[in-house]
């Protein structure tokens, strides 16, 4: 099994900044590619960006270039997602998920381990 934390959401001002984590523990071997997700108030959860630890190739959605920054750490076993200038819809539980294979796919069914979410609200 593979555990992902994910930590570093919080209250923030419109404009403000946040850099969300993601720790891995477990059998991270099984794990290639981390995604970040997020999922506000009465909607579907989305894909944000996704890493592939190996390679440290990346892919964001269109709505998510130059706004967001995914990176990894791999001696920490942590991946990371920055965004800076928030807007409140920004506001959402943010999840790390990682699934084996380099794939970096959109569909959260394709990935088989989720951390628990880390909740990020924006004021305006």
């Known amino acids: 099994q593979v555990q992902l934390l994910e930590s570093g959401g919080g209250l923030v001002q419109a404009g403000g900044s946040l850099r969300l984590s993601c720790v891995a523990s477990?059998?991270?071997?099984?794990?290639?590619?981390v995604g970040w997700f997020r999922q506000a108030p009465g909607k579907e959860r989305e894909f944000v960006a996704g890493?592939?630890?190996?390679?440290?190739?990346?892919y964001y959605v269109d709505s998510a270039k130059g706004r967001f920054t995914i990176s990894r750490d791999n001696a920490k076993n942590t991946v990371y997602l920055q965004r800076n200038s928030l807007t409140p819809e920004d506001t959402a539980v943010y999840y790390c998920?990682?699934?084996?294979?380099?794939?970096?796919?959109?569909?959260?069914?394709?990935?088989?381990?989720w951390g628990q979410g880390t909740q990020v609200t924006v004021s305006s």
């Open positions: 890493i592939n630890w190996s390679t440290g190739s990346t």
């Open positions: 998920a990682a699934r084996p294979g380099i794939a970096i796919p959109i569909d959260a069914s394709e990935y088989a381990y």
């Open positions: 477990g059998r991270t071997f099984r794990m290639s590619t």
